[in-house]
Nanobody, 124 residues
Framework: QVQLVESGGGSAQAGGSLKLSCVAS????????MAWFRQRSGKEREFVAA????????RIGDSVKGRFTITRVTATNTITLRLDFLEARDTAVYYC?????????????????WGQGTQVTVTT
């Protein structure tokens, strides 16, 4: 059974940086895109960033473009989200997700698994 195990997160000041990681535990093949979504208090869940199965292709959400970077280590099915130039509006619970297919996409309907979520809090 595949589980998405997240780590990282926590608190940072505005303008600072944080790093989130997620490993697809129990996954022996490497054919699936992975992504991060987030949910801010009182808001709908929104797409943050996605990366294809090989790590060669990525998609970044408009609200974080130029500030967040997603990378992947295919050998371990681990993805990392680097959050730079943090803003108060980045405060949210961040969820790791695994897709049904290998190419990255923004639609939530393309993703099957969810991680447990990790809190990111940006202070001003």
């Amino acid at each position: 059974q595949v589980q998405l195990v997240e780590s990282g997160g926590g608190s940072a000041q505005a303008g600072g940086s944080l790093k989130l990681s997620c490993v697809a535990s129990g996954r022996t093949d490497r054919r699936y895109a992975m992504a991060w979504f987030r949910q801010r208090s009182g808001k709908e869940r929104e797409f943050v960033a996605a990366i294809g199965w090989s790590g060669a292709s990525t998609r970044i959400g408009d609200s974080v473009k130029g500030r967040f970077t997603i990378t992947r280590v295919t050998a371990t099915n681990t993805i990392t989200l680097r959050l730079d130039f943090l803003e108060a509006r980045d405060t949210a619970v961040y969820y790791c997700r695994e897709a049904f297919k290998g190419s990255p996409s923004e639609g939530s309907e393309n993703y099957a698994l969810w991680g447990q979520g990790t809190q990111v809090t940006v202070t001003t």
